[in-house]
């Protein structure tokens, strides 16, 4: 700390600290009221449509995404041939490692709503892979061949880090991303709809599994949820 600073300054940046404070938390308590805002009826339960509810579950879209973090070394190999027969002397090759994010999620704005007096049902589309980035700063090469009758060229490493992707994505999914993304969002949209829903259940369906390995999650099933 500078003590050079005069304490009628600190003092004046203490409570500037503590009016932003207030400001947040006082942002926090009106997004909860906003999204679990009940208008009763005669009745006193509370008045929810498919409609108020879509609007709701559209706004946990980012919150409901789960994130792999990974480093990866691949290695390129390859060499011309004739008829299916190496050429010798014309193998280009490299090594590469680098760090990549996949975020994993479901498509709120996919999701069918039903509202009756009994339950509150949502239909969740599959989880599945939502983006998938590498760190360009994060690229290291090495053991590159500088092989005059097969050259490494620019098409090599973008058809290379595509190959890599499908991959790493595959990995993911078979360490459970996807499933964790499916519970994530199931968790999320019953706390959310809790508010809400009164004496209704709250039952959350995925749908029909899709044969794609990287945008589908295991067995489809429902989750009941009671207030």
Do not use: C, W
């Not at 940046?13 to 999204?35: D, E, G, H, P």
């Not at 010798?88 to 479901?106: E, H, M, N, Q």
């Amino acid at each position: 700390m500078n003590t050079r600073i005069k304490r009628p300054l600190y003092i004046s940046r203490a409570l500037k600290r503590t009016i932003i404070t207030i400001a947040a938390t006082a942002a926090a308590v009106s997004l909860i009221f906003f999204f679990s805002g009940r208008v009763t009826r005669s009745g006193g339960s509370p008045q929810v449509t498919s409609t108020v509810v879509k609007e709701r579950i559209l706004h946990i879209n980012e919150l409901s995404t789960v994130k792999y973090m990974y480093t990866n070394v691949g290695k390129f190999s390859k060499a011309n041939d004739f008829y299916g027969y190496e050429i010798p002397f014309t193998t280009k090759s490299f090594l590469i490692t680098y760090d990549g994010t996949i975020k994993a999620g479901v498509d709120m704005s996919r999701a069918q709503v039903q509202v009756n007096d009994h339950a509150i049902t949502l239909t969740l589309p599959a989880a599945k892979v939502l983006s998938h980035e590498i760190d360009e700063k994060s690229i290291e090469v090495y053991n590159e061949t500088k092989n005059i009758f097969n050259p490494i060229s620019v098409k090599d490493y973008t058809d290379f880090a595509a190959n890599e992707k499908i991959k790493m994505e595959q990995k993911a999914t078979s360490e459970g991303l996807l499933k964790e993304a499916a519970q994530k969002a199931k968790s999320n949209l019953t706390e959310l709809l809790q508010g809400t829903a009164g004496e209704r259940k709250i039952i959350i369906k995925e749908a029909a599994v899709s044969s794609s390995a990287t945008n589908s999650v295991g067995t489809a099933s429902d989750t009941d949820s009671s207030n």
